[in-house]
């Protein structure tokens, strides 16, 4: 039989389409003990955040809840779907401004501050209160 | 067989009021860019009387003195508000077709049946209500066309609950009887003349026209409309998200531009703008159209408005072939002794980024073949313009007057919404 030689092979004169080649090499031996248990690493918005399109994040100014670990400039967390009950920290508008505080519904319902330096909100009649959301964690940078 | 419109009520407005709960009750309005023109009001605004378009200027002191509130506008906040309800929608149903940046139709043919569809609409209101902080209006309907009309129901008749199901024919009927021609979807003005002109002046009455003479007289885009009002279903959900047809990128100048020479670096910046644009749509232009005009509200100055276009044989989107296409527009339209007001580049006649097509002649605009380069400097670019064009203006991407911007609350770490 004879055999022309036509010319080298390179790689821009191969077809479009081509098999590559494997990247990694295959041992004979056991794979790799870890392949299975391969993770993405830690997201802290996944973490955080449970339903994005009702969280919004607000920032604390003031002393008033340092007792549950929120401190001046804290980043908070608030989700507006979480509806809040008896000891959530909530964000409410009073008086047409936004407080950071824990509620209570018993005995008498109020907004709690957590530093004993500053006094409970009581609802006056002739008060409005809205609760926006439920505060789900404080991020305090240090 | 229903379909939903879900409508933000005073979308712009609303959104302002999320984060500043003072202003609840308060007449709000939103101006377009440079604050030249009402683009939103609140419903406490609407009731004093204050017209949409209206031009700032006009109604600035009576509406301050009523001790309304006025906000510049702040896409990128309306935006991400706007995502979220869209998000939440899309929760609920599986078909849903984002229809602009406040409205969208969901099919809810998907629900179960026997399902009370006015207690899942008061349902989605409360929820997006509570998640978000925004008001919505949704209409239930046989069809797009009439879920739009049953939006203009609750308005008229002032429905407390802004849900509305209009699905008897009793009840469609008497909706349409009280829906002027012109309000109805796919309406302008020049077709509205021409049906008060034929007799047509509600929507009941374009109904009861036969489909078919619409068609002959006016248009199948008509025709369609009156089967939808007539209650079939013509339209349906457009999921996939349709390619941009037309890209424009305009601004009115906050202070007048009389020279050449601060002009043509602006125009260069509206040009880069919709280069990228373009890019980012992964769609190719043949067409590069520039205008330039006078403001008509300064009656005493001499007025000159004008367009050029300007066709490229092969279609791109290099930024370079658009630069040089826009600065030959611009050259022959521009005239000194004028100050100008506004200026913008207009691109056209689509196709697909991948399509290649040849030309028998050269182009003599010869557009580039290095897409490479485009997406570099797009990359780069992409969180902050780093890398100009020599005709840019670096320092100002428009002259603009805008100072009544509330905070981008959502999308900046410095303008979180302080909470005591």
Redesign the interface.
């Known amino acids: 039989m004879k055999v022309d030689y036509i010319g080298k092979i390179s790689e821009e004169n191969l077809p479009a389409i081509f098999v590559p080649y494997f990247l990694e090499s295959v041992h004979a031996g056991f794979p790799s003990p870890a392949s299975d248990y391969i993770e993405s690493p830690i997201d802290l918005n996944k973490h955080l955040i449970k339903n994005g399109a009702a969280t919004f994040l607000v920032r604390a100014q003031g002393q008033s809840m340092v007792g549950s670990g929120i401190t001046d400039q804290a980043v908070l967390i608030v989700d507006r779907s979480i509806k809040p009950s008896h000891n959530s920290i909530v964000v409410a508008t009073i008086d047409g401004e936004f407080v950071c505080k824990r509620l209570k519904l018993k005995p008498r319902m109020c907004l709690m501050p957590e530093n004993p330096e500053y006094p409970p909100i009581f609802i006056n009649s002739g008060q409005e209160l809205e609760i926006v959301g439920t505060v789900t964690a404080a991020i305090n940078k240090f | 067989m229903a379909f939903a419109l879900v409508d933000c009520e005073s979308f712009y407005a609303s959104c302002e009021r999320i984060?500043r709960?003072?202003l609840?009750n308060v007449p709000i309005v939103v101006l377009s860019n440079n604050d030249g023109c009402v683009i939103a009001r609140s419903t406490e605004a609407k009731k004093m009387g204050i017209a949409m378009g209206v031009p700032w200027f006009k109604v600035r002191e009576s509406f301050l003195k009523q001790n309304g509130k006025v906000f510049s506008s702040n896409f990128t906040f309306y935006g991400d508000i706007s995502a979220?309800?869209m998000?939440?929608l899309e929760?609920f149903v599986p078909r849903v077709e984002i229809y602009s940046i406040d409205e969208a139709f969901l099919d809810l043919d998907t629900l179960k049946q026997n399902y009370n569809l006015y207690d899942f609409g008061c349902h989605i209101r409360s929820?997006v209500r509570?998640?978000?902080?925004i008001p919505v209006r949704i209409g239930i309907a046989p069809n797009k066309t009439l879920s739009k009309i049953a939006i203009n129901e609750i308005k008229r008749k002032n429905i407390p609950t802004s849900v509305i199901d209009l699905s008897n024919e009793k009840q469609i009927k008497i909706a349409l009887q009280h829906t002027p021609v012109g309000k109805v979807w796919g309406v302008g003005r020049r077709l509205n003349d021409h049906l008060n002109n034929a007799g047509i002046n509600t929507a009941l009455d374009l109904a009861n026209v036969n489909p078919q003479n619409i068609r002959k007289k006016f248009s199948v885009v008509l025709e369609r409309t009156v089967r939808e009002l007539r209650g079939e279903r013509c339209l349906n959900i457009e999921d996939d998200i349709s390619s941009k047809k037309q890209i424009v990128v305009s601004r009115s100048f906050g202070e007048r531009v009389s020279n050449l020479e601060t002009l043509k670096p602006i125009v260069s910046n509206f040009a880069v703008r919709a280069a990228e644009k373009l890019r980012s749509e992964r769609q190719k232009c043949s067409q590069v159209s520039v205008f330039v005009r006078t403001s008509p509200f300064n009656k005493n100055k001499p007025q000159h408005s004008d367009l050029r276009t300007i066709g490229l044989i092969t279609p791109t989107n290099d930024t370079r072939d658009i630069l040089t296409a826009a600065k030959k527009g611009l050259l022959p339209i521009f005239r000194s002794g004028y100050d100008y007001a506004k200026a913008g580049i207009i691109l056209n006649k689509f196709t697909n980024e991948h399509v290649k097509q040849h030309s028998l002649f050269k182009d003599p605009n010869d557009p580039k073949q290095n897409t490479k380069l485009m997406k570099y400097l797009d990359q780069m670019n992409s969180y902050e313009t780093q890398i100009y064009y020599a005709s840019q203006n670096t320092k100002k991407w428009s002259p603009m007057r805008q100072n009544m911007t509330s905070p981008k609350?959502?999308t900046n770490w410095y303008d979180?919404?302080?909470?005591?």
């Open positions: 984060f709960p003072d609840k979220r309800v998000n939440i929760g929820l509570q998640w978000t902080g609350y959502t979180l919404p302080k909470v005591n």
